[in-house]
């Protein structure tokens, strides 16, 4: 019986890009037509690898730095919720080059809000699995400020629960301007603990 259901709900990916390093307090993300995921991410990616070191979201796990799995290949983000955080801060618009991101769709109600362990998965059959939702860091905000000097700091409070999801990749294959991405969702009631 399978464990995920496919659901009604698509995602266009409407602009792609990679973070090849991060040798500066602002991020430097280049935009991209095409991403070839691997099982290790995206190559000439900072956040690609199958392992990484265990950072400050794990603080409660690991001492920072403890080799762990990679779940974080991918960052994945709304062009609904990209305007929604640029209207908070008072811009007509933001450029994902200033978020960091690997993925920006259109389409999915609540992206920031999909389940843990939902798959997004191409009509090539690349798919990506969702880890959790991604929370927002200080450097977009040191991007930002070098475009829109004082803004930079209103971004972090206006992307709480809107800065979209990480992932890592399940199944190899291309990912194209595009694409359209299907959401599938475990099939389990909410946790009641």
Excluded at 7 to 19: E, I, K, M, P, Q
Excluded at 105 to 130: K, M, Y
């Amino acid at each position: 019986m399978p464990a995920l259901t496919p659901t009604d709900h698509y995602a266009t990916v409407t602009w792609l890009g990679r973070v090849p390093h991060r040798d500066r307090p602002e991020l430097d993300t280049i935009a991209e037509p095409e991403l070839a995921l691997s099982f290790a991410g995206l190559g000439g990616s900072v956040h690609s690898g199958l392992t990484r070191a265990s950072c400050s979201r794990v603080l409660s796990q690991y001492p920072r730095g403890t080799e762990i799995r990679n779940t974080r290949q991918l960052s994945i983000i709304s062009a609904e919720e990209i305007a929604e955080i640029a209207a908070q801060i008072g811009l007509e618009e933001m450029d994902p080059l200033w978020m960091g991101a690997s993925i920006v769709i259109s389409g999915i109600p609540d992206f920031s809000h999909v389940p843990p362990s939902s798959r997004l998965q191409a009509e090539s059959g690349a798919t990506i699995t969702v880890d959790m939702q991604n929370r927002p860091c200080p450097f977009p905000g040191k991007t930002i400020d070098q475009e829109h000097p004082g803004v930079g700091p209103k971004f972090k409070p206006a992307a709480n629960g809107r800065r979209g999801v990480t992932g890592w990749v399940e199944r190899e294959g291309p990912l194209r301007i595009g694409d359209r991405l299907r959401l599938h969702i475990p099939d389990q009631r909410a946790w009641a603990g």
